[in-house]
């Protein structure tokens, strides 16, 4: 069964740059494509991008084009998210989730890590 | 792209059925067999209940069904429970850049 452990919660000032880690256990990393997510206080979730580690693949919301990088590491099983010049509306609870093809369900979530975007 | 279109909020009795709508166009809900929903407790990460419209994965109650119509996705909760209070989505695909959610709909088992 994969698990998906994400890192811990942040504090970021407006403007700066937030990383989070997403870390793959219990299936074949290299099989798989890591999504992220975000849903933010009061709203639905909304889909931020996604990576095929295997192929080095990335596809970006057009929302967010610019200011978010989704990379992976094939040797730790960890992909990252990198959001930046952020504002108080990137205050969420940040998701990353697998699936099997890009067309398939999310099938398995990170436990979520909540980036606050505060002065 | 726009969000899938769901209700704020639905509500039941135990025991009672609830239906939840999704309403979405023909370049996304309609052009796919891509429908999936999840359901999220506060707190806790997405679960996948639905997937390409109708499927239900292994260990997912047959108290949950789906089904599609044109342009709207419907979920159904049958049996209604006090564990099925939560938040619940719908999503599709819809291009290799284009994932869409609707807004979600805040269950209530009264």
């Known amino acids: 069964q994969v698990q998906l452990v994400q890192s811990g919660a942040e504090v970021k000032n407006p403007g700066s740059s937030v990383r989070v880690s997403c870390k793959a256990s219990g299936g074949t990393f290299n099989s798989y494509t890591i999504n992220w997510l975000r849903r933010a206080p009061g709203q639905g979730l909304e889909w931020m991008g996604r990576?095929?580690?295997?192929?080095?693949?990335?596809n970006y919301a057009q929302s967010l084009q610019g200011r978010v990088t989704i990379s992976a590491d094939r040797s730790t099983s960890t992909a990252y998210m990198e959001l930046s010049s952020l504002r108080s509306e990137d205050t969420a609870v940040y998701f990353c989730a697998g699936q099997s093809t890009v067309v398939t369900p999310f099938e398995h979530w990170g436990q979520g890590t909540l980036v606050t975007v505060s002065s | 792209q726009s969000a899938l279109t769901q209700p704020a909020s639905v509500s039941g009795s135990p025991g009672q059925s609830i239906a939840i709508s999704c309403t979405g166009t023909?370049?996304?809900?309609?052009?796919?067999?891509?429908v999936s929903w999840y359901q999220q407790h506060p707190g806790r990460a997405p679960k996948l209940l639905i997937y390409e419209d109708t499927k239900r994965p292994s260990g997912i109650s047959d108290r949950f069904s789906a089904s599609k119509s044109g342009n709207t996705a419907s979920l159904t909760i049958s049996g209604l429970q006090a564990e099925d209070e939560a938040d619940y989505f719908c999503?599709?695909?819809?291009?290799?850049?284009?994932?869409?959610f609707g807004g979600g709909t805040q269950l209530t088992v009264l």
């Open positions: 023909s370049s996304d809900v309609g052009r796919f067999n891509l």
């Open positions: 990576i095929i580690p295997l192929l080095g693949i990335t």
């Open positions: 999503c599709t695909f819809a291009g290799t850049n284009n994932v869409i």
